[in-house]
């Protein structure tokens, strides 16, 4: 029985997830307004490195998410940092370009927005 390759696969690896974080925090690095809630605004390495693991993993990819920090709970990993809508647009904001610079192959960039938008909601925490 053939499995279908996952959005991890299809998307090129690990080397996609860095290039598409990296170009996320490259924009986010930039906005003053939405650094102010990154309890390291001057040294993003970690949260770099979390997402991409985290991305990986969520699409398919290696499991070393898990095995570093347990289950995502991102609600909860989320909760200390105010975030309203302000913070969720800009973070979309910032993904969405990222998404366009990676240039991800056909129905990939489609798949990870209609996550980002989902998942950047659910992690509002502020009016």
Known sequence: M???????DIAGGMPFF??????FYEGVAGDADLLRIYPEPDDLSGARHRLTLFL????GG????????????????????????????????????AV????????VAERLLAYFD???DAMRNRD
Do not use: C, K
């Open 62 to 97: 290696p499991r070393t998410y898990d095995d570093e920090r347990g289950h995502p709970r991102l609600r909860m990993r989320h909760f200390p940092f105010a975030i309203g809508p302000a913070e969720r647009d800009a973070w979309l904001r910032h993904m969405r370009a």
């Open 56 to 59: 990986a993993q969520y699409w």
């Open 18 to 23: 860095e290039a598409l974080v990296d170009r």
């Open 118 to 120: 989902m998942a950047a």
């Open 2 to 8: 053939n499995q279908a390759p996952s959005l991890y």
């Open 100 to 107: 366009a610079f990676v240039d991800a192959p056909t129905g």
